[in-house]
């Protein structure tokens, strides 16, 4: 099946600790994105990538860091420098020449 | 800065009706806009996507219009289903690099 996979469902981190979430498409995206939903707030871009080796932070990326060493994959490391990481965090990809815009089933991170 | 704003936050309708949920958008310029559903703790599913050379796009029950002198889109669902109770989310990009900007989101329940 072609789609969004990310992994794990849930996520439960401890403070001063680094998570990583992954997020991998089989749907031959250029572009990849990150978004984190908070309750009663839109979604928010954390960082995104057009290209592999190649990616740009969005509206909230302190404490956030990423890396694209394969079209395929897009993972996203919360670091401790990240006060309030207690969210919902959704990968999506999609073609860079502006076309419709896939979404994974979200990772629930809570801090413990 | 683009922003997207969605009107109502929550709207409850008995089954059967048909109902228009609104967006609106303070750019222009706006180049892709995409409507979504969310079902609870779940991800987003694209439901309609109206490209930048488009009107309108109808699925099924739904249709979507956009005009963007207006800085409006509308997503209309007819007949309406205890099936269609979701949060719909709509979401434009301005630019080249697919960025979505999202409304906050309207929350409905359909009732028996």
């Known amino acids: 099946d072609g789609g969004i996979t990310q992994s794990p469902k849930y996520l439960f981190r401890k403070e001063g600790q680094n998570v990583t979430l992954s997020c991998e498409q089989n749907?031959?995206?250029?572009?990849m994105y990150w978004y984190r939903q908070d309750p009663g707030q839109g979604l928010r871009l954390i960082y995104y990538?057009?290209?592999?080796?190649?990616?740009q932070k969005g509206d909230i990326a302190e404490g956030y860091s990423v890396s694209r060493e394969k079209k395929e994959s897009f993972p996203l490391t919360v670091t401790s420098a990240q006060k309030n990481p207690t969210a919902f965090y959704l990968c999506?990809?999609?073609?860079?020449?502006?076309?419709?815009?896939?979404f994974g089933q979200g990772t629930r991170l809570t801090v413990v | 800065k683009q922003e997207v704003t969605q009107i109502p936050a929550a709207l409850s309708v008995p089954e059967g009706e048909n109902l228009v949920l609104n967006c609106s958008f303070t750019?222009?310029?706006?180049?892709?806009l995409q409507w979504f559903r969310q079902d609870p703790g779940k991800g987003l599913t694209s439901l309609l996507l109206?490209?930048?050379?488009?009107r309108e796009q109808t699925s099924g029950r739904l249709n979507a219009s956009l005009d963007k002198s207006s800085g409006r889109s509308t997503l209309y669902i007819a007949a309406s289903q205890p099936g269609d109770s979701a949060t719909y989310l709509c979401?434009?990009?301005?630019?080249?690099?697919?960025?979505?900007?999202f409304g906050t989101g309207t929350r409905l329940q359909v009732t028996l």
């Open positions: 109206i490209q930048s050379s488009q």
């Open positions: 999506a990809s999609g073609d860079w020449k502006n076309t419709e815009a896939f």
């Open positions: 750019d222009s310029a706006i180049y892709n």
């Open positions: 990538s057009q290209i592999v080796n190649d990616f």
């Open positions: 749907l031959n995206h250029d572009a």
């Open positions: 979401a434009g990009n301005t630019g080249t690099a697919s960025k979505l900007t």
